[in-house]
């Protein structure tokens, strides 16, 4: 048992999954989904259609007494894909600032449609990641269920995207990435709307942190990151039908398009590892002082919500 070790005395034990230290460095996975552009549609059970995968992080207990608010930090896909009818929706959340985790590449192949009044903030997480990506090569390795089952069956994909998450730590990149971030919300950048490109993993790794910094419980946290699973995977329905057709197993393919338990405990367990507490990971690991921490957290946590 570990905890994430709360300055108050109030940190949480969590089950640590079995560390997988099997890295693959040839190729980041966590942006491979954008490489689908066109399969990824929304559907009726999302509030914004052309925006799959938002939802706010909020609304858990937190360890600190009371709440996670809701209303400050939102996660999504990218931006790219907003219709002109989904973009006035979306402006109805009043955005201010927009992160963008994905990478310069990304963000210019694919700008966001920002909402009105919101700052786009460009924070590129894997800049510092001297492997290639093998998004590029998606469209024509999914089109050959050899060339599938050769990147990615065995585990191959599902280790992929472990390493990705450890680097979502111990890159320089990523922790420049996600202290701006931390800092944005800490001054008031919020409502804040944060997003990479599938808003699975780059995503998946700042929501899941903030509400540990928070005082979310594990159940919490973990459903929180699950929940894409839910929202993303049916969107990919026509290209598993296509794929197989093409004598492909589109179960090779799902680690790499959903997430998994083990992907986020590789990040937490290597933040532990590092700084030995989540708390510990944003001052030192993201370079926090005492007054933007505790600005975070009164940001984050509403020691007094409302009554109905």
Same mark, same amino acid.
Not at 137 to 156: N, V
Not at 179 to 186: F, I, K
Not at 264 to 275: G, P
């Given at each position: ?60 207990? /937190? /360890? ?22 989904? &973009? ?72 992929? &995207? ?7 730590v111990a890159l320089p990149?990523?922790?420049? /990435? ?47 990151? &699950? ?25 090779i393919l799902k680690p ?37 921490l505790q600005a975070l ?8 919500? /409302?009554?109905?």
């Amino acid at each position: 048992m570990r905890s994430t070790g709360w300055s108050h005395g109030a940190g949480e034990g969590r089950n640590r999954a079995a560390r997988d230290h099997t890295a693959v460095r040839d190729g980041s996975l966590s942006d491979m989904a954008d490489a689908l552009d066109e399969t990824v549609s929304g559907g009726e059970s999302f509030a914004i259609p052309s925006l799959v995968n938002l939802r706010d992080i909020g609304g858990c207990p /937190s /360890s600190f007494g009371g709440v996670v608010r809701t209303g400050v930090v939102f996660r999504s896909t990218d931006l790219s894909r907003l219709t002109d009818t989904d &973009l006035e929706t979306l402006d109805a959340l009043n955005i201010t600032a927009v992160f963008d985790l994905r990478t310069l590449e990304e963000q210019q192949r694919r700008p966001d449609r920002v909402p009105d009044g919101a700052r786009h903030i460009g924070l590129d997480v894997l800049a510092d990641r001297q492997s290639g990506s093998i998004a590029a090569s998606l469209p024509e390795i999914i089109a050959d269920p050899a060339l599938a089952a050769e990147a990615f069956d065995d585990g191959r994909a599902a280790r992929y &995207l472990r390493e990705s998450y450890r680097d979502f730590v111990a890159l320089p990149s990523a922790a420049a /990435s996600y202290r701006a971030l931390a800092e944005g919300l800490a001054r008031g950048e919020v409502p804040a709307l944060v997003h990479c490109s599938a808003g699975k993993d780059r995503t998946g790794w700042a929501a899941a942190s903030l509400l540990l910094f928070a005082g979310a419980g594990e159940d919490d946290v973990f459903a929180d990151y &699950l929940r894409t699973n839910d929202m993303l995977l049916p969107q990919f329905d026509a290209l598993f039908a296509r794929f197989a057709e093409l004598g492909g197993d589109p179960e090779i393919l799902k680690p790499m398009l959903g997430v998994r338990r083990d992907y986020l405990d590789v990040a937490i367990d290597e933040a532990l590892t590092r700084y030995g507490t989540i708390e510990q990971y944003f001052a030192e690991g993201l370079g926090l002082d005492d007054d933007s921490l505790q600005a975070l957290r009164t940001r984050l946590v509403d020691t007094e919500p /409302s009554r109905v």
